[in-house]
Nanobody
Framework: QVQLVESGGGSAEAGGSLTLSCAAS????????MGWFRQAPGQEREGVAV???????AYANAVEGRFTISQDRAKKTLYLQMNNLKPEDSATYYCAATVVALSYQSFLRSRPNQIRYWGQGTQVTVSS
C-alpha cells in the first residue's frame, strides 16, 4: 500500500506561484510513476505532470513551461512548482501513484479508476 497526503494549496493571483507537496509513505518503492492530476468543478480529472523512477518527466500541454514536477527521494515527497498561474488552473489537485509499467503519456491520460493510489486533494484557486 502507498499513502499520499497533499499540502500547499491555497489562493493566488494570476501570474503568481504556488508549490504543492505530496508526502508519500508505505510501499513507495513499488511506484513506477507518480504525478499530479487536477479536477475543476463539472470537469473530468486530468493529468498535469508525471515523474518516473528514472527522474524523467512529462507535462500536459496546458502547463508545459509553467509547472515543474520534482521529487525528494530521501523525504519521499513529490512537489509541483506552479508559476505564472492562470485562473483556468483553479482546481482540486490530486497526487497519484501507480505500480503499473505505464508510459509517461499513458499515466497523464489515465482515468481515475486506472490509477491505484490517490491523495485526498488540495484546492488551488487563482483569481484574475
Amino acid at each position: 500500500q502507498v499513502q499520499l497526503v497533499e499540502s500547499g494549496g491555497g489562493s493566488a493571483e494570476a501570474g503568481g506561484s504556488l508549490t504543492l507537496s505530496c508526502a508519500a509513505s508505505g510501499d513507495t518503492y513499488r511506484a513506477t510513476y507518480m504525478g499530479w492530476f487536477r479536477q475543476a468543478p463539472g470537469q473530468e480529472r486530468e493529468g498535469v505532470a508525471v515523474i518516473g523512477r528514472s527522474g524523467g518527466t512529462a507535462y500536459a500541454n496546458a502547463v508545459e513551461g509553467r509547472f515543474t514536477i520534482s521529487q525528494d527521494r530521501a523525504k519521499k515527497t513529490l512537489y509541483l512548482q506552479m508559476n505564472n498561474l492562470k485562473p483556468e488552473d483553479s482546481a482540486t489537485y490530486y497526487c497519484a501513484a501507480t505500480v503499473v509499467a505505464l508510459s509517461y503519456q499513458s499515466f497523464l491520460r489515465s482515468r481515475p479508476n486506472q490509477i491505484r493510489y490517490w491523495g485526498q486533494g488540495t484546492q488551488v484557486t487563482v483569481s484574475s
